[in-house]
């Protein structure tokens, strides 16, 4: 059994819960979803404005990759506890704003004719550190508005919702780059994330932890002890970490393989990046059955194992005509991830202390996303030094690496995460 559950900082008490705004969870699903919605348009944009409007190199589109991401490594144990101090709302819309800014940057220094790709590099970097401090705060905000009962279900609704705006932004980003250009499509993600920060104005504000002298470091080991020391929860992190390597090099020698080497238009493009959205659709529609017929720690092996194998499919694409076996490899390793992501999100939100909670997914993410821009770079020197067809198969192979080492740590001599 886990600890104890009592009242975290951040969560209102029974009281608070009664005079709460009706339908809080939906206004922060709806908040969630436009600036989802937007971000999904912009992973296809942002490469192609390096690509087709500055002629950037594979390496060059790798780092505006990894710039993006290399703010997990730096900023994910502070936010841990910037969440715990600062009121989260204001915090978050706050971080919707400045997104907003630095991306409506881009589109008028294009229109004004200076846009540069240090300017994107820079625009890149910005929204990623907005992006940390956004996503650590949430994940201890929703705890706050939902019994710990219900959460399994609501990271479901969380994650099937990012999936429909995976498979929905890339398709809605080839209409609109094939409409507008590639710049124009960043107009979209800009406009996006400012409807985020009106709809979570209306949310209500939590309170901060009060103040206890405890210095910023010492707060940050204690999260770290407590999950490097956990049984459970220290490999899930590095299966986690081993997963996002591999996905983040995928992403970011996906469009530079299917536009450069097989010939996709932006429209062909968006479509194939499409079905990493519905296959994550329905591995968050079908996670919790999964997981309690086979058992939470069988679940996200099985399905982990499952998706790895069915990514190998993908490097078979070599044209536009064939571009459908890149499509279902990409699906069935969105499908594995996102139940194993469901599972283990989920146990770390109901098993750890309270008054840890935000210190443990910021602890979780500092090394898992981490990863996130070293797959990135990685991806790119494999595709400058080999090809990008053959880094491809290199990356599409290592999907196989996490669940093999999630089978044999400790957790795979069970059957349930516990």
């Known amino acids: 059994m886990g600890p104890t559950r009592t009242i975290p900082k951040h969560e209102p008490r029974d009281e608070d819960r009664k005079t709460s705004p009706p339908g809080v969870f939906w206004r922060y699903w709806a908040a969630a979803t436009v600036s989802g919605a937007g971000t999904a348009v912009t992973a296809l944009a942002l490469p192609l404005v390096a690509l087709t409007v500055l002629d950037a190199s594979a390496l ?7 710039a993006g991401q290399v703010s997990w490594l730096l900023l994910s144990l502070p936010a841990g506890v910037v969440a715990q101090r600062v009121p989260l709302r204001r915090l978050q819309v706050a971080l919707d704003l400045a997104r907003f800014a630095a991306l409506g940057s881009l589109p008028l220094a294009w229109w004004l004719g200076t846009l540069t790709y240090a300017h994107l590099l820079l625009a890149a970097l910005v929204t990623g550190a907005a992006t940390v401090l956004f996503d650590i705060g949430n994940s201890t905000f929703l705890p706050a508005v939902v019994p710990a009962g219900q959460l399994a279900a609501r990271n479901s609704v969380m994650s099937g919702t990012h999936a429909v705006t995976d498979t929905g932004g890339p398709s809605l980003g080839g209409v609109l780059i094939g409409a507008t250009g590639p710049v124009g499509a960043l107009v979209v993600d800009a406009a996006s994330y400012l409807a985020s920060a009106v709809l979570l104005r209306t949310l209500p504000e939590t ?7 405890e210095s910023a470091l010492r707060l940050m080991r204690e999260g770290w002890r407590y999950v490097t020391r956990h049984p459970v929860m220290r490999p899930c992190m590095i299966w986690a970490t081993a997963a996002n390597f591999v996905n983040a090099a995928l992403l970011a020698l996906t469009p530079l393989y299917l536009v450069r080497e097989a010939g996709l238009d932006p429209v ?3 479509l194939v990046l499409a079905m990493d959205g519905v296959g994550a659709l329905a591995g968050a529609a079908v996670a919790v059955r999964v997981t309690t017929r086979l058992g939470t720690a069988r679940g996200v092996i099985v399905a982990d194992l499952a998706g790895g194998a069915l990514l190998l499919l993908a490097p078979l694409t070599t044209s536009a005509q064939d571009a459908y076996w890149f499509a279902l490899g990409n699906a069935g390793f969105a499908f594995g991830s996102v139940i194993g992501s469901i599972t283990t999100r989920t146990y770390r939100q109901t098993q750890s202390p309270p008054d840890l909670l935000s210190r443990v997914m910021a602890t979780v993410r500092f090394v898992s996303w981490g990863a996130l821009p070293l797959g990135a770079l990685t991806a790119g020197l494999l595709a ?5 067809h053959a880094a491809l198969w290199v990356v ?9 080492y999630l089978l044999s740590s400790g957790v795979g001599r069970h059957r349930d995460l516990a």
């Open 207 to 213: 309170r901060p932890a009060p103040r206890t002298g």
């Open 384 to 388: 400058t030094w080999t090809g990008a």
């Open 268 to 270: 062909q493009l968006g």
């Open 60 to 66: 060059k589109v790798a780092l505006l990759a990894a």
């Open 396 to 404: 599409c192979a290592a999907a196989l690496l996490p669940g093999l």
